[in-house]
């Protein structure tokens, strides 16, 4: 059986005492809750510690934004999977659109930096997603299809089982146009069908797939309820512990 997970991405929000308040909180509010998914929480950088020492306290699960694909080195202002390792992050998203948009990051890297995580024992969550013009175009699943192929299709098939993925049209996310759960299904199979037919049945079924983009309390159980979605990449809405908590619990 796959995992149900919901993640919070919090990009580039909140301070020192606002993340811990926030985590303090979402920590509390999950005890009296019985939630059928994995919840994790990717604060910014300098928070990774301090949510770390948290998560050993509770079920909840700490990831990073991002790391460098390089392994340690003069890359000034930049995070290493090692450095992740040593405060015990389990997880780490890569190739977020806004990473591939503002920072130009290309598949060949983010390769790179699945290999680094999962060589520290680090879970990737693998971001892909079509913007747009592509969807309009009708080329998104080949848009998907490539990113898919040329990011993580290296790995055998032991890797590609800690791997998470993350589907994000680009256009849905943080403009409040959610995919439609119909959307959201075809495209989690179509992504489930290409693992199948490059690591085989068994390592397809156990992947989890997370939708992501507006996804909100008022949507989540119709987008979690189908049959290939397994969870959700929620940004704006893990801000608050009330509406990502009430993600969470959007499993039937
Ligand atoms: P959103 O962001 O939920 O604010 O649309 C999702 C994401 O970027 O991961």
Redesign the pocket.
């Known amino acids: 059986m796959r995992k149900n997970i919901v993640a919070g991405?919090w990009?580039m929000n909140k301070t020192f005492s606002d993340a811990e308040e926030l985590i303090d909180q979402i920590v509390v509010d999950m005890e009296n809750k019985d939630l059928k998914c994995e919840l994790i929480i990717c604060p910014p950088a300098p928070f990774l510690e301090m949510a770390s020492d948290y998560a050993e306290e509770s079920r909840l699960k700490v990831g990073a934004q991002n790391i460098n694909e390089h392994e340690s080195g003069a890359y000034t202002g930049e995070i290493s999977a090692p450095m992740l390792d040593s405060i015990d992050i389990e997880y780490c998203i890569i190739g977020?659109?806004?990473r591939r948009k503002y920072f130009h990051e290309t598949d060949e890297q983010l390769a790179q930096k699945a290999n680094l995580l999962l060589d520290y024992g680090i879970k990737p969550i693998f971001?892909v997603g079509e913007v747009l013009e592509e969807r309009e175009n009708n080329t998104h699943f080949d848009v998907v299809k490539k990113q898919m192929e040329d990011g993580m299709f290296h790995l055998n098939s032991d890797e590609f089982s800690n791997v998470i993925i993350?589907y994000?049209p680009v256009w849905?996310?943080?403009?409040g146009k959610t995919a439609s759960p119909e959307q959201a299904q075809e495209m989690h199979a179509y992504i489930r069908k290409l693992i199948l037919e490059k690591y085989g049945k068994e390592t397809a079924e156990e992947v989890s797939i997370l939708y992501?983009?507006?996804?909100?309390p008022g949507n989540a159980k119709s987008l979690f309820s189908q049959e290939d979605v397994d969870g959700g990449?929620?940004?704006?809405?893990?801000l608050k512990s009330d509406d990502f908590l009430a993600i969470a619990s959007s499993f039937e």
């Open positions: 991405n990009k977020h659109s806004e971001c993350a994000e849905a996310i943080g403009t992501g983009g507006s996804c909100n990449l929620i940004g704006g809405a893990s």
